[in-house]
């Protein structure tokens, strides 16, 4: 049997006697760790750090979920792990049942359960007291600290530095920004932040019970220039959606878009009607124009000179994981690129890794903006990630093989995409490798491309954070001193 502990600076201790193992390692669906191993009087010791770099960055705790320990016993078995009860560390909580690492947030026993939950609404929602010159930013629902919310943050921080910049995630292996303080969802420091910031800045709904405190805006931002149907334009009627739809975007005092024709979609999807809309570009894009490509690219492991092609799908309705339509070691070996491997962020939690020669999976690197700086090439479905990219100027090309299920059932586009698309659609990966190896692609979709930049990319010129903070200071939400 071996006996598990958690030790101060979230290490997990296994003891054991018998043989030691050659290693011992935590093996998660987007992360893993190797244990340092030691022989002890009574056998051997493994300790096993909950913290880990990921792409050369901050080391953080362990995004939550359940880890396989792998013990080298070369030609022996595994002894029994001992159960632990979950245990709450620094910046983690840990349980062993049933055999498997079970990692999640800090939260405690208490506020982890139904009724604490219940409780810390209530406080919430019967607060009262001053607003603070502080903003609660979220981005997919806490899964990351990126997109527009981060971009925004950067600039706050640059030119009103004493505003307090809160982050709401999911657990502690969600980087934040330098200076950011991050709050794990459901904590009672989240919902003491999220009723006392002055202006809350997020790129999805809201979720959770929001009552709003005199003086508090809210600024939503969205995540992307759409294609395919959002909300009240989806295919079918459902009342219950109609309800959640007007609800939530009566949370909203201001609304971003990329591009106009953004903002009229987004208006009329989600009937925000009779207030602002700022048509500033995307603040995710600056950094397209004013970021370190080459230092992107040391982080990822990739080579200056490596051609690198970012493959990044949306999510689809009918299934959790990310598709697996692309044999991605075929791509990489044809093209003569190293494959990035781009998941939405709604199929992190439920999907894994890819893995292979030359494919490197990105689905957990914190945002994927540097990943469109540092890529020479995009290839994508429906994903709104089309309208960012050629703010670059470079190839897009676009692999659709389940184009009529996704139009015609799933969602719906609100224009047709291989009518006007700025790079070659393709249904095959055949089609698609033609398409990455024919030089003269740039040329033949040069008119359509410029017409697209025209369309959508206008104001993504690397000042729209400048703009949007700018308008945030001016209209109070957000003061400098």
């Known amino acids: 049997m071996i006996e598990v502990s958690l030790l101060p600076g979230d290490r997990l201790a296994l003891d054991g ?10 093996v998660g669906p987007r992360a893993s760790s190797d244990a340092v191993v030691s022989r002890t009087d009574a056998g051997w010791r493994a300790v096993l750090p909950l913290r880990v770099s990921r792409w050369g960055r901050t080391e953080l705790a362990l995004p939550s979920g359940d880890y396989r320990l792998e013990l080298d016993l070369t030609g022996s078995s595994a002894p029994e792990l001992a159960p632990l009860r979950r245990t709450v560390g620094e910046s983690v909580a840990v349980e062993i049942r049933g055999g498997e690492l079970i990692v ?4 405690t026993d208490v506020d982890g359960t139904a009724a604490g939950q219940a409780a ?10 001053d607003l603070e010159n502080a903003v609660f930013f979220e981005s997919f629902y806490g899964r ?12 706050i921080a640059r030119v009103a530095p004493t505003v307090t910049r809160y982050w709401s995630v999911v657990d502690r292996s969600v980087e934040v920004p330098t200076g950011g303080v991050a709050v794990v969802e459901g904590s009672p420091e989240w919902w003491r932040a999220r009723g006392a910031a002055r202006l ?3 790129n999805d709904w809201l979720r959770r019970r929001f009552v709003r405190r005199p003086g508090q805006h809210v600024l939503q931002t969205w995540h992307g220039t759409p294609l395919k149907r959002l909300a009240l334009d989806r295919p079918g009627f459902d009342p219950r959606r109609v309800l959640a739809v007007l609800r939530e975007s009566r949370r909203w005092d201001v609304l971003l878009a990329q591009n106009p024709y953004a903002a009229r979609i987004l208006s009329t999807a ?3 009607r009779r207030r602002p809309v700022w048509v500033e570009g995307y603040p995710r894009n600056d950094v ?9 690219r040391r982080g990822l492991g990739v080579a200056e000179q490596e051609r690198v092609i970012l493959y990044a799908p949306t999510w689809r309705d009918d299934r959790d994981q990310m598709v697996d339509f692309l044999d991605l070691q075929a791509l990489a070996r044809d093209a003569e690129a190293t494959v990035l491997v781009r998941g939405h962020s709604r199929t992190l939690l439920p999907g894994s890794d890819a893995s292979g020669h030359r494919v490197i999976d990105v689905t957990g690197y914190p945002d994927i903006s540097a990943l469109l700086l540092a890529a020479d090439a995009l290839i994508t479905d429906y994903s709104s990630v089309m309208f960012d990219f050629t703010a670059t100027g470079k190839p897009v090309y676009f692999f659709v093989p389940d184009l009529e299920h996704y139009r015609g059932r799933l969602r719906g586009f609100y224009f047709d995409l291989a009518e006007r698309a700025p790079g070659p659609v393709a249904m095959t990966q055949e089609d698609l490798t033609a398409a990455l190896a024919d030089p003269a692609v740039p040329e033949r979709f040069a008119d359509r491309y410029e017409s697209w930049s025209a369309r959508f990319n206008a104001r993504d010129d690397g000042h729209a954070a400048e703009r949007v903070v700018a308008r945030l200071l001016d209209q109070g939400m957000i003061a400098r001193d």
């Open 120 to 129: 810390l609404e209530r406080a919430y929602a019967e607060g009262t007291g």
């Open 17 to 26: 006697t018998g043989a030691v193992p050659a290693g011992v390692r935590a």
């Open 288 to 296: 397209l124009l004013t970021g370190d490509r080459a230092a992107i």
């Open 104 to 107: 999640g947030p800090p939260l």
């Open 144 to 155: 990351n600290a990126s997109c527009n919310p981060r971009a925004i943050d950067e600039e």
């Open 200 to 202: 809350l800045v997020v």
């Open 270 to 272: 989600y009937a925000f």
